[in-house]
């Protein structure tokens, strides 16, 4: 399974960005993905996560903000990210795993990762 990030870049605080995970070789039936991020000096977050049975769940900082989603073929995740934040500078990464329910926003928790890609808030 690889996934691979993309969609950051630099922006002015209040704006906005989507980023999109495409995912290959799809093997679960049951999954859930996710979006995490690390900033300098930190440890890494979750921020979104969504399952096969279309539960979302969002971390406090970044509900109402932040909308994940992911295309009808399940094959790219997206975070579509609003009213950005100089604290919402960081590596974004996303992840999948291969079962439901417990602790979605746990790193420790999933199995697959990609690369990250690097959000930028001034």
């Known amino acids: 399974v690889q996934l691979v990030e993309s969609g950051g870049e630099s922006v002015q605080s209040g704006g906005s960005l989507r980023l999109s995970c495409e995912i290959s070789l799809y093997i679960y039936s049951s999954y859930c993905m996710g979006w995490f991020r690390q900033a300098p000096g930190r440890e890494r977050e979750g921020i979104a996560a969504i399952d096969s049975d279309g539960t979302i769940n969002y971390a406090d900082s970044v509900k109402g903000r932040f909308t994940i989603s992911q295309d009808n073929a399940k094959i790219t995740l997206y975070l579509q990210m609003n009213n950005l934040q100089p604290d919402d500078t960081a590596m974004y990464y996303c992840?999948?795993?291969?079962?439901?329910?417990?602790?979605?926003?746990?790193?420790?928790?999933?199995?697959?990762w990609g690369q990250g890609t690097q959000v930028t808030v001034s």
């Open positions: 992840a999948i795993r291969g079962w439901l329910g417990f602790r979605p926003l746990s790193e420790s928790t999933y199995r697959y």
